[in-house]
């Protein structure tokens, strides 16, 4: 998936995760709305759950309106889409709903729907507000990587999202902030604060199969390669073909950075001249510390290439696919972490001078 951190309230038709629903009690809903386009006379209308992908009611085009009567389990987040077209709408299903296609957001209708725009203003003056401070940083520090200022800058939209979460716990507003937040931490390997957004979901929010495929996907593999956990080896081969485990390093004594890069990835390339090359030439002689590279989602050849062209000395495991970024729920790369003698991780999202930083926490500067 592509890092996306900035983007309207409304984005939220580019995720559909998931194909379960918690039964619930049932609630009523009418939705209505009007097409602009004449050309849609007579076209179809569909009415959508989020969570279930399921179309749940069809309605026609009829003098450039339609409508929708029924009930559904629960209050979910919902869509309404234009058959061939890109007409959407996101909203809540309960009550009377008159969506506008042109804001991708309900126009009127009851109490969720008031709330649930109350967020997505809210989120909205949010997100231009970090926009702007995000902006004022790079101007006041414009030799700075965006890696090394994103913990803060996600932390400040943490607690925007928990208050929706927690205040909005049993209805689709709740179910709505947390794919928001989702947005906001995943593309930039916020997974702590992700996490802490999980640990305070309602048994309802928990229930959502979107709810269970982010337990099981991302939370889980973070979790289990926390901070403070054991590592998970890796498996891959040698630039010339011989089995390459990260475990033929970690644990046997001395620190391990470990690099997850791709030849394709200019930033890690980056990271490997300006960071990782003076860090090995420092302690390749030594038994404090080795750096060992993962090449992930990369042809080997085009790994090699990119090595000899780097000038990288240290161990590398290749070609080893995708199953690392999902053992450690890595979202992206770099992502470069710190496994200390025993075999326990340090420290992970290092990026920049805050791996020398780390390092010297636990390695005394000769």
Known sequence: MDKHPHRHCAALFLLLLGTGSAAQAQTAYSVSGRIGDPEAEGRKVYLKIYDTHQVIDTAVVHNRQFRFEGTAEHPYVARVDLDGSREYANFVLKDSVTVDFATHLPAAGGTLTRRFLAFCHEEDSLLKATDQWRQDFRKRHPDVTGARYTQAFYTRNLPFYLKWITAESDNGIGEYALREAYFAFYYMSQLEALATVFSRLSPYLKSLAFSRELENEVILPWQRTAPGQPFTDIEGVTADGKTARLSDHAGKGRYVLVDFWASWCAPCRQEGREYLKPLWEKHKD?????????????????????MAEEGYGWPQILDAGSLPLEQYGITGIPHILLIGPDGTILARSLRGETIGQEIAKHIPSK
Do not use: F, H, Q
């Open 286 to 306: 030594s038994d404090s510390l080795t750096i060992v590279g993962v090449a992930v989602r990369d042809k080997k050849e085009e790994t090699v290439k990119a």
